[in-house]
């Protein structure tokens, strides 16, 4: 009797032409992870990048004129537009969470007159959009004389800082020179505002993330010691 063959000629085929795509699955298997794993490291790497971000680095010669005919505030120096990082995130809240972080504030103090007057700059954040008050500030720390000056700042724990919407982002920074006693105490308030003007500063602001310290060496251009007062 006629036996047909082809089935078990076909089986031994399609054995054979399973073993390379067997293959092809398990090197697929092994792949995948690897590539999420490569691409995990990537955004971790991403993340820890962007651990801290120069908000604005700024150096300038502040008169009593300029004091005086600031606008719309007096004793007011605006930092917005090209002053401010052009690279600030829109939302400071995900997917890296500055709002909870803190700031790292550096003044250095090149010019200033003699007497000592203790003096110090508000430093207000101006959101896109507020609430509230509609902004909220901290400041540098007082100083007497020439020098560096340097201190970090919990973002939760300054003045009206819940009046920002951080998801919102700045669009600008004031910063205010004032007497020791800051509040209203604008300096070109003052009966001796010759021990206040003219000084020439440098003011740089370092927003670092949540969980992050502080690394001087991400910031461009500055000194390699510090001079803490």
């Known amino acids: 009797m006629f ?3 082809g089935g078990s000629f076909f089986n031994r085929k399609l054995k054979i032409n399973s073993i390379p795509m067997r293959r092809g699955a398990l090197s697929l ?17 991403d993340h820890s990048d962007k651990r801290q971000f120069v908000l604005f680095d700024v150096e300038f010669t502040y008169t009593k004129e300029d ?6 505030s007096k004793s007011h120096y605006y930092v917005k537009g090209d002053k401010l990082n052009s690279e600030i995130p829109k939302d400071w809240t995900s997917p890296v969470d500055y709002r909870n972080g803190t700031v790292h504030i550096r003044l250095e103090v090149l010019e200033k007159p003699p007497g ?24 540098t720390p007082v100083y007497y004389d020439k020098g560096v000056y340097e201190k970090d700042i919990p973002m939760t724990s300054f003045w009206e800082n819940e009046s920002i919407i951080w998801s919102e982002g700045i669009k600008q920074m004031d910063l205010v020179i004032k007497d020791g006693s800051g509040g ?11 021990k206040f003007f003219p000084t020439k500063v440098r003011i740089t602001m370092v927003q670092v993330a949540a969980g992050s310290k502080y690394d001087p060496s991400l910031v461009p251009n500055l000194p390699d010691h510090r001079d803490d007062k």
């Open 3 to 5: 036996s047909w063959s």
């Open 116 to 139: 000592q007057a203790p003096s110090t700059w508000s430093l207000c954040y101006i959101p896109n959009k507020g609430q509230g008050n509609g902004y909220g500030c901290t400041s």
């Open 29 to 45: 298997f092994f792949l995948i992870p690897t590539m999420l794993l490569a691409q995990s490291g990537k955004l971790s790497k």
């Open 184 to 194: 209203q105490g604008h300096a070109h308030k003052r009966a001796d505002h010759e």
């Open 67 to 72: 004091a005086d005919n600031s606008t719309p």
